[in-house]
């Protein structure tokens, strides 16, 4: 079967590529590992993530998005191609159609340059489409109504914030805090009181097994391994799951404060509509452990995640691709 669409959650931690009447055929780290000097592609996605902080001189490893945006052009470019080509098959004589997550706050400049790099990488058409749209979507949103909805989409790079009314962003704001910067603070923290340095990979798996977006009675512990900054050795070290809770607290009060501003600026009626309803929260920061009480003490309003956080934006853009004569005519943002 020859493929004509294809939908890509390009995301900062993870790509999710889906295809008509398939479904979801990739998920892997965004990641690509390259061999100097030449720059030649050696490894991409999850067999480049695991290269990370083990290479030689020779071997880079890159995270070509940046909060949410194209920083490495050339990498992102040949990622593209890479998940364009591994989905379609090299049989597939059709250039596809791509409809393609974009930050809400990405700028002119990001925009082509998304854009530029897609068409670059194989596709024959590209339709941007803003991020909350594309989780409301997934999430089961209904986006076209005149009631309003709040989406908080918490990814590795970004968090986006949004009120969605009659198939349109009404308000919204965007912070480069998620969940990259909760894998930093974890990390720094160990750093700080236990003087005990540990890779981005180690916080990551903290933050997945243990961790919490607030303190409780009931804490869980786990054991990580890292280079004791004293001695130069290696060292085991017991953390628990409060302390991973006072690690990541500033950064959820920055995404506490960017919902707030968007109350801020949000019609009366439509404020109303989400105090009633609640916030949605997606993406897959929206998994850490309490963050829905953690909104509902901040902000006293109810939140609520999604069904499979992670997949709804992809899910988004397979909504699209299958109506996609009726969202070229609304949504889309089509190359010209």
Known sequence: MFI??????????????????????????????????????????????EMVGRTPDDIVTYRPLKDGVIAEYYITQAMLKYFISKSV??????????VISVPAGITSTEYRAVMNAAKEAGAK??????EPLLAALGAGIPIHSAEGN???NIGGGTTEVAVISLGGIVTWASVRVAGNRFDQSISDYVKKK???????????HVKISIGTALPN?????MKIRGRDLASGLPKDLLVNSNEVAEAVNPHLVDIMSAVQSVFNVTPPELAADIMEKGIILSGGS????DFEEFFKRS????AYVAEEPILCVAKGTAIILNHLDVYKRTLLNKAR
């Open 4 to 49: 004509r669409k294809i939908g890509i959650d390009l995301g900062t931690t993870n790509t999710i590529v889906f295809l008509p009447n398939r479904g979801i055929v990739i998920n892997e780290p965004t990641a690509v590992a390259l061999r100097r000097p030449g720059n030649n592609v050696l490894a991409v996605g999850a067999e480049a993530k």
């Open 194 to 204: 236990y003087g005990l340095a540990i890779g981005d990979a180690t916080a990551e």
């Open 150 to 152: 709040m989406i908080v």
């Open 286 to 289: 929206a998994q850490l452990r």
């Open 89 to 98: 098959g090299s049989l597939n004589v059709f250039r596809p159609e791509v």
């Open 299 to 302: 902000l006293g309003v109810a």
């Open 125 to 130: 058409e590209v339709y941007l489409v803003k």
């Open 217 to 221: 009675r009931a804490k869980t512990e």
